[in-house]
């Protein structure tokens, strides 16, 4: 179990985004298994809009804050 690819694949916790078209936050993933990666190309599911690179990490971050606001704030 030693290979440098590994690292690629510790961050497998990628959040859907929603997408700005129809609200629906359930991803496709095309290009590469890391949607971060260059080359690699995400869309909605439900409605096949495509996100931008710079757009997609963008949302992936504003849903990351959410996602840990939530946790927090779930008492
Ligand atoms: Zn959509």
């Not at 690292?7 to 991803?27: F, M, Y």
């Not at 260059?38 to 931008?52: D, T």
Request: with cysteine; net charge negative.
């Amino acid at each position: 179990m030693a290979t440098g690819s590994e690292d690629s694949l510790t961050r497998t916790d990628i959040l859907p985004v929603k997408c700005p078209q129809c609200g629906e936050a359930q991803n496709t993933l095309d290009g590469a298994q890391d949607p971060l990666s260059p080359g690699a190309s995400v869309g909605c599911m439900v409605c096949n809009y495509v996100f931008g690179a710079e757009e997609y990490r963008r949302l992936l971050a504003e849903r990351q804050r959410e996602f840990e606001g939530l946790q927090i704030g779930e008492l």
